[in-house]
């Protein structure tokens, strides 16, 4: 009996002990974890939802409307082409003013463009001109990891595509392009602790707020913000 004690004493109890911590720890630690992916994941969708405002905003410059479409943004980026005007001179340097005004004066049919060849010969000009580019010469070009292909998908989902739509929506009598594009928490939270992802859902759609990350409105005009914005 006092042999079974000590069996007890030395080794079952400590055994116990052990056990009782690690799972006290790491009942702290799994919403200390899931929070850092949550928070990571966030950042990175976040970064993607801006990308695909960025895009829809120039598409829409070009085009007049949103597309619901992310092929159509992709082949948008690709292959499409937006107008661009560049400010040549200063309207705060007099003489450039000055000597603009006298040109126009002498010449009042003179085209931005010939404008454009005298200031690259040296006269001291101040006007604008426009000039189309190429939209991937013209966009996230600061960005050499960008690639336009994966903004179709919600990252860390395996391949669940974002939700798009785009509409013309009447407000105050007048015809407003609108768009929208969503990640649910199901595919951007995917793999991660499935209680906290109910607990985090259930708590979004008790305020009546869409459960995940969304940027833009096709149902309330809200200037294109992201609901972490």
């Keep these: 009996m006092e042999i ?3 069996i007890l004493t030395c080794l079952v109890l400590p055994a116990i002990i052990v056990a009782l911590v690690w799972f006290i720890v790491e009942s702290i630690m799994v919403p200390v974890n899931f929070d850092k992916q949550r928070d990571y994941r966030t950042s990175v969708a976040v970064e993607r939802l801006k990308d695909i405002r960025t895009l829809q905003t120039a598409y829409k410059t070009v085009n007049g409307k949103f597309t619901a479409s992310a092929d159509t943004l992709i082949d948008f980026y690709e292959n499409g082409k937006m107008e661009i005007i560049m400010k040549i001179g200063s309207h705060d340097d007099s ?7 006298r040109l126009k004066k002498r010449n009042r049919k003179i085209t931005p463009e010939q ?4 200031y690259r010969k040296g006269e001291n000009l101040v006007f604008s001109v426009k000039s189309e580019v190429a939209v991937k010469d013209t966009l996230f070009n600061n960005r050499p990891d960008f690639c336009v292909d994966s903004l179709r998908y919600i990252p860390f989902s395996g391949g669940v595509p974002v939700e798009m739509n785009a509409v013309v929506k009447q407000v105050s009598g007048v015809n407003v392009p609108l768009f929208e594009a969503k990640m649910h928490y199901n595919a951007l939270l995917k793999g991660l602790d499935r209680q906290l992802v109910i607990n985090i859902k259930a708590m979004r759609e008790d305020q009546d707020l869409y459960p995940g990350l969304m940027v833009g409105s096709v149902t309330a005009p809200n200037n294109n913000a992201g609901n972490w914005e």
């Design 4 to 6: 079974l004690k000590k």
């Design 115 to 118: 404008m454009l060849e005298l």
């Design 95 to 101: 003489v450039a003013v000055a000597n603009t005004e």
